[in-house]
């Protein structure tokens, strides 16, 4: 497309001369500032968050960080985060207990396992499971995954209703449990690509030296490949658990909408900020919006923290090598 | 006395009959004494077959071996496990989805639809995923492919790694997040401003700003990616001729490193199609056509959402048929950007 | 040749776009048998309405708004059911031109919105009424019997079998199954909620402890959003129950318990037996503005008492250049042909006593 620009040299001049207003200067300026469009936007979104759940946080009647239900009528302004946040960090972390194992299983497969000529596909495969949107999973986590997940329930409650975790007399569907194996396939691709890439990265010269030692590949891999990966792995999970805290669709369509902390996984119950924003917002008043948006900037907080502490690891491993 | 070199193997086709031994067990264990179906089968099949194969190959080839074995027998099935949950994924929304996708779903929207009504369509929800996704694209990819430049070509010191940090940090942005923000600073700051009675309004375009949101962070980090794979003999030849840096970014780098950025674009206009929860807070309702994206607008995500909590019973198929056009679109994007990807000459 | 690649891409893009803009449709033909009778009482005005409100009359409100658009070209009326409570906010801060809400202004309302109509007051006009049905799904169940307090105590969580004593003893010879209760309530504000909790607190005092709100209070079940996630949830979950406006049973096709009334017999759910408690009801409110004060333990013979009655806000004057179309849509909604409408879509009628009344109110509507 680019015809052949002819550029005479001029004489003397070798190279390009710098000018206060020219064109490399406007570049420059406009490129650092789309970079720190990034910065601005980060905080922007703090302080947006912060100035529009102020009014709100000062008008509640209840503690924001104990209180566990969340009522925002005009005629009680009483709404608190207790039970929301520990459902977010409930089913996020049975998503991850769920997920990771797998996950690595299939980050080892694609990199060491998987012939390398269809590794690649296989590895395509996955990715496509990240692709599908959250939507489609909570419609097919609520219409179809409900009923094994019921049955799987009743089952857990039969055999092991002792532990308080699958106790209780029902009734089952949309619980912690469907929530969070929902979940746990949203995060798979996520923990997977990340540490298939760590694994691909192990030095050749360990993984030989490990098997010329006679070593099988199970040794091998456990010699060599996790503890090298290891920051890596963690990263990933780490990034997971971003992922899972800030779901909202898939679980406010999968989980039972209760406001109580529960350990309990099988009965019908389990909620998450992120699912409660977009339940509660529909009817909401300027006053529940200021508290929905205060429960938004707790889940903002706390993955920011989670991700740049993945990320400081990634970066803290890149700078390493 | 022979001493053989070569410890003792379990031969090849011992797994496989170990396996179809599991998986006949198993069914007489589930069927016969009735403690399940089909699923109950396969899993209680997965677990003998670990078992089994643990025992025969600690016998025959020793402990280290049979570790092995079950690892590799482990590693194979989480990959297979992983592939169940894509394929009913897949397999419930084409077959619930293909009942209402016809001509009429294409051809109208929602307008004049109440719950008695079968037919409806989503032809709204896909005009507003197309100009929220359109406007969206507009923002970021400028955006995006500037601050890449500035973190391979410019930026140094402080300043750019914190920048490098932050656009890794913000992919962790959840949707709703992005959508609460855009509600606070455009809905609830900005609209008004614009509006003639100095109501917030929610518009189309606002979701447009909080799928930006979502899309920056993806779009620099592929751009980045690819910038830094464009070979600095490039480069410096260009710079060896007197061209300017900035020309040489942007008649040598960014043409070369074209195909991989569209790539990534096309990953985050996939990304953003496929949200709703910000297009749930700031977008509004809108059942009727509207192109004007400065008002409420629907979008296909939504569309589903709503669709399936909707109590009509004409709703439902509704719901998956718009989900099976999402995914198509979804899938579509991410296969073909992946393609590109690979015929890319810069991809390693 | 990179470049040219984006093109074909976007060229791509852009011929699907331009495909589809070609040939969408709003679906504003309507069938001629369906408007053609009522069209000759619709009084025409043109311009754009912004209704917002209750979602508990969004079936109604769709309808109506079909009907009339069906008749008037000019008109475009959109209803955004978002709830009662952004209904009357958007109508104060004038976003919505009039709402709908499931419950009257609380005197603490009512002067903004008073404000809002300049020259002229803000009205309460019952305009739908929807009847609370209770419904439930269980296997093998067909029909189901309940007296408020066992309803209360079902939804406060201390029933929890169907075939708990209070149940079985409400359903003489029915056969209920062993199996968990699973309550759907609204996990969003609502006036449904509202109402049903109002009518547990009427009518039994003893068993419900959670008083009245728009937010459920209550232990345990699991919430849903909006009367169609209720609706939804109940027609998927089996051994459930849940309260959802009669015309959202009837869309989602679901069963509906018989509820005692003040006079002691088990009445079944159906526009007359709810409209026999409307008329019941006696009118609070001066001039035009008529709220309600439906009496849940009303002893009427035959009366269906969990009755919620959804009222459009408007002003009485002061709505400049949209009078004429608020006035002729709540005209044809307040029309004999207008509440027709409503019936087979789950909704009772307005007794005639308070049709009428409400009709002379909103053809006073004024600019």
């Excluded at chain 1, 497309?1 to 200067?25: C, Y």
């Excluded at chain 3, 029909?143 to 209360?152: G, V, Y």
């Amino acid at each position: 497309m680019t015809s052949s620009t002819t550029t005479k040299p001029a004489a003397g001049a070798m190279l390009p001369r710098r000018r206060r207003f020219g064109a490399e200067t406007i570049f420059r300026w406009l490129t650092t500032g789309a970079g720190t469009a990034v910065l601005v936007i980060i905080v922007a979104i703090a302080t947006f968050l912060i100035a529009e759940a102020v009014p709100a946080l000062r008008d509640n009647k209840e503690n924001f960080f104990t209180y566990k239900e969340w009522f925002t009528g005009p005629a009680d302004r009483k709404f608190g985060i207790a039970a929301l946040a520990f459902g977010t960090v409930l089913s996020a972390t049975i998503a991850l207990l769920l997920a990771v194992p797998v996950a690595l299983g299939i980050a080892l497969f694609l990199s060491h396992y998987a012939p390398r000529r269809i590794s690649t596909t296989l590895g395509f495969l996955i990715d496509l499971l990240a692709a599908v949107p959250s939507i489609v999973f909570g419609l097919w986590g609520r219409d179809y995954l409900v009923d094994p997940v019921k049955d799987l329930s009743a089952w857990l409650n039969e055999y092991m209703g002792w532990l308080p975790l699958f106790g209780g007399d029902g009734p089952f569907g949309k619980s912690v449990l469907l929530g969070s194996i929902v979940l746990a396939i949203m995060v798979l691709p996520i923990i997977t690509s990340l540490s298939r890439e760590v694994f691909m990265q192990t030095p050749k010269a360990n993984e030989e030296a490990a098997l010329a030692l006679g070593a099988t590949k199970w040794e091998m891999i456990r010699t060599s490949v996790l503890p090298y990966g290891r920051p890596g792995i963690i990263a990933a999970v780490l990034l997971g658990l971003g992922r899972a805290l800030g779901e909202t669709i898939a679980l406010a369509m999968t989980l039972g909408t209760t406001f109580v902390i529960s350990f309990n996984l099988v009965e019908t119950g389990g909620n998450s900020i992120a699912a409660n924003i977009a339940n509660k917002f529909g009817e909401a008043d300027d006053f529940g919006r200021g508290a929905l948006i205060a429960s938004g900037l707790v889940l903002f907080t706390i993955t920011l923290i989670v991700n740049m502490t993945a990320r400081a690891i990634v970066y803290r491993r890149r700078e390493f090598r | 006395m022979m001493v053989s070199l070569t410890a003792r193997r379990l031969p090849r086709f011992a797994p496989l009959a170990i396996g179809a031994g599991a998986v006949a067990v198993a069914a007489g264990l589930s069927f016969g004494l009735g403690l399940g179906g089909p699923v109950m089968t396969g899993i209680l099949a997965a677990l003998l077959f670990v078992a089994a194969l643990f025992g025969t190959a600690w016998r025959v080839e020793g402990s280290r071996a049979a570790r092995n074995r079950v690892a590799s027998a482990l590693i194979y099935g989480a990959f297979v496990l992983a592939v169940i949950p894509l394929v009913s994924v897949m397999f419930t929304v084409v077959d619930k989805g293909w009942a209402r996708l016809d001509g009429t779903f294409f051809g109208t929207s929602m307008n004049n639809i109440s719950a008695f009504d079968a037919h409806g369509g989503a032809y709204h929800a896909i005009i507003g995923t197309l100009e929220q996704v359109g406007i969206a694209v507009l923002i970021t990819v400028p955006l995006g492919i500037l601050g890449a430049v500035y973190i391979v070509e410019y930026g140094r010191g402080k300043l750019a790694s914190w920048i490098r940090f932050f656009v890794d940090v913000m992919t962790g942005i959840p949707s709703i997040v992005a959508g609460l923000f855009i509600l606070a600073f455009w809905v609830m700051v900005v609209s008004p401003m614009f509006s003639a009675d100095g109501a917030p309004t929610l518009s189309g375009f606002a979701a447009s700003l909080a799928l930006s949101v979502l899309m920056l962070p993806t779009v620099v980090r592929s751009t980045e990616e690819m910038l830094r794979l464009v070979p600095n003999e490039l480069r410096e030849g260009s710079y060896a001729l007197g061209i300017p840096k900035w020309k040489t970014i942007t008649k040598i780098v960014l043409p070369t490193a074209g195909p991989g950025i569209v790539t990534g674009v096309m990953l985050a206009i996939a990304r953003a199609a496929g949200e709703t929860a910000p297009v749930m807070l700031v977008a509004g309702v809108n059942s009727a056509i509207a192109f004007n994206p400065f008002e409420s607008q629907s979008s296909l995500s939504y569309y589903v959402f709503d669709q399936a909590t909707d109590s009509s019973k004409y709703a439902e198929p509704r719901a998956w048929a718009g989900a099976l056009t999402l995914v198509a679109i979804v899938l579509t994007l991410t296969v073909v950007a992946k393609l590109l990807a690979r015929r890319s000459k810069l991809s390693r | 040749m990179k470049l040219q690649r984006l093109g074909i891409i976007a060229g791509v893009g852009l011929t699907a776009t331009l495909a589809l803009t070609a040939c969408g449709s709003d679906n504003t033909t309507t069938k001629p048998g369906a408007t053609g009778a009522a069209a000759a009482k619709i009084e025409c005005a043109g311009g754009t309405l912004n209704v917002a409100g209750s979602s508990a009359q969004k079936n109604a409100m769709l309808e109506w708004i079909k009907a009339y658009k069906g008749a008037c070209k000019d008109a475009k009326i959109e209803y955004n059911a978002n709830g009662s409570g952004a209904g009357i906010q958007g109508f104060t801060a004038k976003t919505a031109d009039f709402a709908g809400s499931d419950s009257a202004l609380k005197d603490t309302e009512q002067p903004a919105a008073d404000a809002r109509c300049a020259t002229g007051k803000a009205i309460h006009l019952p305009m739908v009424t929807g009847p609370i049905a209770i419904v439930f799904k269980v296997d093998n169940v067909d029909s189901l019997q309940l007296k408020p307090a066992t309803l209360a105590g079902i939804f406060s969580g201390k029933i929890t079998k169907w075939n708990a004593p209070e149940i079985t003893a409400d359903n003489p010879g029915a056969k209920l199954p062993d199996a968990a209760i699973q309550t759907v309530h609204r996990s969003d504000s609502s006036g449904t909620t509202e109402n049903f909790t109002d009518y547990l607190t009427a009518t039994a005092k003893d068993a419900w402890t959670f008083g009245k709100a728009k937010e459920w209070k209550a232990p345990g079940g699991v919430g849903s959003k909006g009367s169609d996630g209720v609706a939804a949830d109940v027609a998927k979950t089996s051994g459930s129950i849940g309260y959802v406006e009669m015309s959202f049973a009837e869309t989602a096709g679901l069963k509906k318990a018989k509820i005692q009334n003040g006079a002691g017999e088990f009445t079944e759910l159906t526009p007359a037996s709810a409209a026999k408690t409307v008329e019941s009801a006696e009118v609070k409110g001066s001039g035009d503005d008529l709220k309600l004060k439906i009496d849940y333990n009303t002893k009427a013979a035959g009366a269906y008492p969990l009755v919620l009655v959804t009222y459009e806000i408007a002003c009485s004057a002061g709505n400049g250049d949209k009078a004429a179309l608020i006035k002729g849509f709540l005209t044809y909604t307040s029309s004999t042909e207008g509440q027709a409408q409503l019936t087979k879509l789950g909704y009772a009628p307005l007794a005639e006593s308070v049709r009428v009344k409400v009709a002379a109110a909103a053809a006073k509507i004024a600019a």
